[in-house]
C-alpha cells in the first residue's frame, strides 16, 4: 500500500509537471521517429501486458517460484518488499533480489536502485532472479569507524600507501563517495585467458575509468596498462563453480560481465583473489566507483524509513491489558496472585512446563535457524552466498552423530563448526557445545544465550541463515 500510493503521488506530480509547461515544437522530429531513435524500444524489454505490468518470476533456495506482476519502473527494493509482504517474512534490509546464471555459474545481488525490467531485458533465457539474504551488502556503511579498514587493507589502497597508512577509515569512505576523486585499489589478481584454460598472475589497477592490468610488472605509466573492462557498461558477478567450470587457481573467483542480452564465456573477464577479504575488497571497490553516493544512499533509505515509522509504533497497552492479573488454578477454585515474585514464579514454572510439553515435537525445527539434515558443504554454500558477515549462522543435525547436532557460524569471512552434543543429568536430557560446562535444555535456549553471550564461541550470533518458500 505504501509503495501504490508512493507511485501515484510521483504520477500525479509528474502530470503537474508537464501540464505546466508550455507547449514547444519540435524542431526536429525526424529524431523521434521509433525507426532512427537511439532509446531503448519496447522490443528491448520483455513482454508487456495491456495495463503497462510486466510478468517477473522470482524463485527461492528450495527450488518454489513466485510469478508476480510489476510495473516498469518497480525497482528490486521495491521487489523484495513486496515478496517479504506476500511470503509473510521479516523485513530487517537483508533480503536482496540476485540474478542468476546456472549454465555460467554466476551470481549478482542487485542494487536497491536498479529497475527489474530493465535488468531482465539483459538477462539470456537461463538466467533468473533467486530471493534470498545477503546481510553483506551494506556492510561497508555499517561502522564507518571501523568497516573501510576490514574491507581495503593498506596495501591494496594506493591512497593509504602514498600517505603511509595514516588515513583515518572516515576519511577513506567520503573518498569513495566523493565522485570528482576515487581511491585506486591495486593488487595482483589471477586473470584468465580469453578462449584458454590457462591463469597468468598480473598487477591490476580499478579507477573509475576502468579496470586495467600492467604488461610490465606493476608499473603504472599509461603505456603499460591495458583496459580489461568498463565499469559503466558491466557488472560484477561471483563465480560460484569457478574450481570446476574455468580450472581457477583459488576458490574466490568473481569476473565482470558485460551488460548485453547475450553473452557467452568469451566475453567474460574472469579473475580470481588469493583470499576472501582480497575478493570482498575488488567486488566493494568495484560498486563503489561504478555507483558512488547513489549506493550509500541506497543504505540510508529504510534507515531512515525505520527513524520515522519508530513514531508509530510504540505499543500501547489497552486497557483489557492494564486489567490483567496472574491467576493460579492449581487448587479446586482459582485466586488472584496479588505476591508480584509469586506471580513471576509462576510464570517461569509455566513457561518450562509447555517446553517440557512441547519437547517431544522439537520444536527447534519450526525455527527459522535450524535446516535439518543438510551437509557440511551445504551449509558452506549458504553462509557464504548470505554474505560471510561475522555472526551469521545456522543449525543443522549431525552427520556423524544421531543424536547431536551442528552450530555453523562465519567469523572474519571463515566459517567454523561446533558439535552440539546431548548429555544426561538426574534422567533429564540437555544439550551443551562446551563439554557440559554450560547446558541448556533445549536448543532455542541454546540459540538465546549465545546470541546474548559470547561463551566459546568467537562471536555472539547475530544473523540466521533463513531460507523462504515464495
Not at 532512427?36 to 495491456?50: A, D, M
Not at 509469586?342 to 522439537?362: D, K, P, T, Y
Not at 563448526?417 to 541454546?446: A, M, N, R, V, Y
Request: include cysteine; hydrophobic fraction near 35%.
Amino acid at each position: 500500500m505504501h509503495i501504490l500510493a508512493v507511485r501515484r503521488l510521483q504520477e500525479e506530480e509528474q502530470q503537474l509537471r508537464t501540464s505546466s509547461l508550455p507547449a514547444i515544437p519540435n524542431p526536429f522530429p525526424e529524431l523521434c521517429s521509433p525507426t532512427s531513435s537511439p532509446v531503448h524500444s519496447h522490443g528491448s524489454l520483455p513482454q508487456c501486458q495491456p495495463s503497462g505490468k510486466y510478468i517477473v518470476k522470482v524463485f527461492s533456495e528450495d527450488g518454489t517460484g513466485k510469478v508476480v506482476e510489476i510495473p516498469a519502473d518497480m525497482t528490486a527494493r521495491d521487489l523484495c518488499q513486496l515478496l517479504v509482504y506476500k511470503s509473510h517474512c521479516v523485513d530487517d534490509n537483508s533480503w536482496t533480489l540476485v540474478e542468476h546464471h546456472p549454465l555460467l555459474g554466476l551470481d549478482r545481488c542487485l542494487e536497491d536502485h536498479e529497475l527489474v525490467v530493465q535488468v531482465q531485458a539483459l538477462m539470456s533465457s537461463e538466467g533468473k532472479f533467486l530471493f534470498r539474504k545477503n546481510y553483506a551488502k551494506y556492510e561497508f556503511f555499517r561502522n564507518p569507524l571501523v568497516s573501510p579498514t576490514n574491507f581495503f587493507p593498506e596495501q591494496m589502497v594506493a591512497w593509504c600507501q602514498e600517505t603511509n597508512g595514516s588515513i583515518p577509515p572516515s576519511q577513506l569512505l567520503q573518498k569513495f563517495l566523493n565522485s570528482s576523486g576515487c581511491p585506486e585499489i591495486q593488487g595482483f589478481l589471477y586473470l584468465k585467458d580469453v578462449g584458454r584454460k590457462s591463469w597468468k598472475k598480473l598487477y591490476v589497477f580499478l579507477r573509475r575509468s576502468g579496470l586495467y592490468f600492467s604488461i610490465k610488472g606493476m608499473s603504472k605509466e599509461p603505456r603499460h596498462l591495458q583496459l580489461l573492462a568498463d565499469l559503466e557498461d558491466s557488472n560484477i558477478f561471483t563465480v560460484i563453480t569457478g574450481k570446476k567450470l574455468h580450472n581457477a587457481p583459488t576458490d574466490f573467483e568473481f569476473c565482470i560481465k558485460p551488460n548485453k542480452v547475450r553473452s557467452d564465456f568469451k566475453e567474460l573477464r574472469m579473475m580470481c583473489a588469493e583470499d576472501e577479504q582480497s575478493r570482498t575488497c575488488w567486488m566493494t571497490a568495484f560498486r563503489l566507483l561504478k555507483y558512488g553516493i547513489l549506493l550509500y544512499q541506497n543504505y540510508k533509505i529504510p534507515q531512515q524509513r525505520k527513524t520515522l515509522l519508530s513514531h508509530f509504533s510504540t505499543p500501547m497497552r489497552s486497557v483489557s491489558e492494564n486489567s490483567l492479573v496472574a491467576m493460579d488454578f492449581s487448587g479446586r477454585i482459582g485466586r488472584v496472585i496479588d505476591n508480584p515474585v509469586e506471580a513471576q514464579s509462576a510464570a517461569l514454572e509455566e513457561g518450562h512446563a509447555w517446553r517440557v510439553s512441547v519437547e517431544c515435537i522439537m520444536i527447534h525445527r519450526t525455527q527459522l535457524w535450524f535446516h535439518g539434515r543438510i551437509t557440511r558443504e551445504e551449509s558452506h554454500k549458504m553462509i557464504i552466498q548470505q554474505g560471510q558477515v561475522d555472526g551469521l549462522f545456522l543449525l543443522r543435525d549431525s552427520q556423524s552423530n544421531p543424536k547431536a547436532f551442528v552450530l555453523t557460524m562465519c567469523h572474519h569471512q571463515k566459517i567454523k563448526h561446533f558439535q552440539i552434543l546431548p548429555c544426561e543429568e538426574d534422567g533429564q536430557i540437555f544439550f551443551s557445545l562446551d563439554d557440559g560446562s554450560t547446558k541448556f535444555s533445549d536448543l532455542i535456549q541454546l540459540v538465546e544465550f549465545y546470541q546474548l553471550n559470547r561463551g566459546v564461541l568467537p562471536c555472539k550470533l547475530k544473523h540466521p541463515c533463513t531460507v523462504v518458500a515464495l
